[in-house]
């Protein structure tokens, strides 16, 4: 049984730029809290939250990680995240887990694209938000200036809570006091603004305010929590975990300010799908049935999959019976854990409000909700909006006999991280493996020859072109075949033409990319045999008509047929539907599509000619630019995917190793005729049987 209640618990996620100290400010906490007797180091490898081989072996986080401490009377669960923007899918997945999110900024860097990305992410899902800025004792930086950028960035509502003094050698409050000197701004002034925001939620307190000038500091505790919850305020802090500056105060803050899960706002639950869907909120109350979201997994190939999940409603202990999203069949808790860094100690019972974790239960996966009544099967959390994956290599065993032991490490690899996927693409007979980038393919690739001694070759995919027509036209094809017995025969008279965007079939509203439209009278052919013809229309749509590439937004409306009473079979009115399909996508303009890709470019500014001379022979186009701290400049732009097979390389050689750059799919276009042409000659269609 826990010693401590739902009321006693902070979950906090530490968000951020790489770079930005979030492992040792990790590292500074729970030296502070007590929980570990001297700070592990980068170098050393031996931080708590940086225990993967590979996280050791280059010096940065690849994934979120979870430590606990238990500090007067409050329990604490910390979440360290990855900051590299190949990674930002771990470090969003963890956001439904806790209440507040402490973005963490680099003093040196100030507001850098993971900042704002995060930033951003927050706000949209109601999440409480405090800036941390660290490394506030290194060279060459300006705070002053680094508060004013975060204030631009992210509005007047961002307010220091305390100030660096003497140097960056300490931290003086203003939040409970205006008293002290601060290396810059006044701490009377800084006190002013701070109240001021906080008592605008209260009217009764504002009203207080106003008539005396002043407010005990204990009456602010519910207003400056309302004022988080509502985005009102967003607190900056100071620190440097390499000193311990400001490490006590941002103990302080967390344990004192930060909400409880039964403060913070609830998360997004969704009861139900289609029009029936409805948003409810889970009653961290742990009388209620359970529901608990699982937010992450991992899966090592000795200990198993373990399951972390965030307790909402309801108390979980050894033995309870709990369901999988929508199965049936319980399944019981033999062991339910606290996980803390690579340690896990087991538990007898979650509260609401925690964060357990469950091992060896291969049913759990990611976004998975855990619950004990059959009646909440239909449950499921609002999804995050994470990036799509579009950079891809295609992968095959280097050894024979290794697939299986390929498609497991794919599995546990798919499984850990949601902005990874895995392709079989058939009309280009390639296993395509898809990451946020370079960095992220090459980390998992490594994690395979590691972990699972799972070994392959790779190369560029070959792009997933779509075919689709411009225009109407009408088809036919008679289907005549004697063979000495029973022959075959089907005729077939259809009609194609576009297929609308706004209709549901298409692609773009979730459908399959094919309306098909009985427009026949009088018989002709016999209805039985409709279902034949679109068999063979679905079976060109899957193979493509012009160049070999699926086939998306047609209508296909039957007009006219006709049939034989003895020799009319399926397979007649298959290949004749199939191949009066393909006369009528010759005619109708056919159209070969390519991906196109939103690009966000972040180089030094003196690139920036470089850049768009380069994406103008990449056949891109250049949407906007923002200058950011530090010389930098980001450039939004849209290009087709066939274009950026190298580009990873080419931006590191045109900046010096300084640009780097995100992706994420935009929409099918139709490719230039020239390279239409080319790709239709390559294409070598196999002959079939009638």
């Known amino acids: 049984m826990p010693s401590y209640t739902t009321a006693d618990i902070r979950n906090v996620a530490l968000v951020g730029h790489a770079n930005a100290g979030k492992t040792l400010l990790v590292e500074s906490l729970l030296h502070r809290l007590g929980v570990i007797g001297h700070k592990g180091t980068i170098q050393r490898g031996d931080t708590v939250s940086d225990y993967d081989p590979m996280e050791k072996e280059h010096g940065h986080s690849l994934a979120a990680t979870l430590v606990s401490a238990d500090y007067q009377g409050k329990h604490l669960n910390l979440i360290d995240t990855p900051g590299f923007p190949d990674f930002i899918g771990p470090a969003m997945a963890i956001l439904p887990a806790v209440e507040t999110m402490a973005i963490v900024v680099n003093a040196q860097a100030g507001v850098e694209m993971i900042t704002r990305r995060m930033m951003d992410i927050a706000r949209a899902r109601k999440l409480c938000c405090m800036i941390v800025i660290n490394k506030i004792d290194a060279d060459n930086v300006n705070l002053e200036q680094t508060v004013e950028q975060i204030q631009a960035s992210f509005g007047t ?5 305390n100030l660096p003094c003497n140097g960056g050698k300490g931290i003086v409050d203003v939040f409970g006091k205006a008293e002290g000197d601060a290396d810059f701004s006044s701490v009377e002034e800084a006190h002013s603004a701070l109240l001021d925001r906080v008592v605008e939620v209260d009217e009764k307190l504002m009203e207080k305010y106003l008539e005396q000038g002043t407010v005990d500091p204990k009456e602010l505790h519910e207003p ?25 105060e941002l103990v302080d803050m967390i344990v004192n300010l930060a909400p409880s899960p039964l403060e913070g706002n609830p998360r997004p639950f969704i009861r139900g799908s289609g029009e029936a869907a409805k948003e409810f909120h889970a009653t961290p109350d742990e009388k209620q049935h359970v529901i608990a979201h699982v937010f992450k997994v991992n899966v090592d190939p000795f ?4 399951g972390l999940f965030r307790i909402h409603q309801g108390r979980i202990n050894k033995d309870s019976q709990l369901y999988i999203n929508d199965s049936r069949k319980p399944l019981r808790v033999g062991h339910l854990f606290k996980v803390h860094g690579k340690e896990h100690k087991e538990i007898d019972a979650g509260i609401p409000g925690d964060i357990c974790a469950l091992a060896k239960v291969e049913e759990v996966v990611f976004d998975s909700v855990l619950h004990d009544s059959a009646d909440d099967a239909g449950i499921h959390l609002k999804p995050l909006d994470f990036p799509r994956p579009m950079y891809g290599l295609a992968i095959e065993a280097k050894s024979r006999g290794d697939e299986q032991k390929i498609a497991k490490a794919l599995s546990a690899c798919s499984s850990e991280d949601p902005c990874f996927k895995v392709e079989r693409n058939a009309s280009t007979a390639e296993i395509v493996i898809r990451g946020l980038g370079e960095l992220h393919l090459r980390m998992i690739l490594e994690k395979m020859r590691t972990r699972y001694h799972a070994e392959v070759t790779t190369r560029p995919p070959k792009i997933a072109y779509r075919e689709t027509v411009l225009a109407s036209a009408d088809g036919h094809h008679r289907h005549k075949k004697q063979t000495g017995g029973a022959g075959q025969f089907g005729e077939v008279y259809l009609r194609v033409e576009p ?21 026949t009278f009088g018989g002709k052919p016999p209805k039985q045999y409709l279902p034949a013809i679109e068999k063979g229309v679905r079976h060109v749509m899957e193979g493509g008509a012009v160049a070999g590439y699926p086939m998306q937004d047609v209508r296909v409306s039957v007009t006219d047929g006709k049939h034989h009473d003895v020799d009319s079979k399926e397979i007649a009115f298959v290949t004749a539907g199939r191949k009066a399909f393909i006369d009528a996508v010759s005619k109708a303009r056919p159209s070969v599509l390519e ?14 000619g470089d850049i768009a001379g380069d994406l103008s022979g990449k056949r891109g186009r250049i949407l906007g630019s923002d200058s950011i701290p530090g010389g930098m400049v980001v450039v939004r732009a849209i290009a087709p995917l066939a274009e950026l097979s190298s580009y990873q390389s080419q931006l590191k050689s045109v900046t010096g190793g300084q640009g780097f750059y995100t992706m994420e799919f935009s929409h099918y276009d139709a490719v230039p005729g020239n390279i239409q042409a080319q790709i239709v000659a390559a294409y070598k269609p196999r002959e079939e049987e009638d």
């Open 499 to 519: 297929l609308e965007q706004e209709h549901p079939n298409s692609l773009a509203n979730g459908g399959d990319g094919l309306d098909f439209v009985d427009a």
């Open 303 to 306: 200990v198993g999959r373990l």
């Open 157 to 161: 509502s961002c307010l220091p809570i």
């Open 224 to 248: 400056f929590e309302k004022a988080l919850r509502e985005g009102h305020l967003v607190p900056i802090c100071f620190t440097s975990a390499h000193s311990d500056v400001g490490i006590g």
């Open 595 to 608: 991906p196109l890709v939103n690009l966000e470019i972040t180089v030094p500014e003196h690139n920036m």
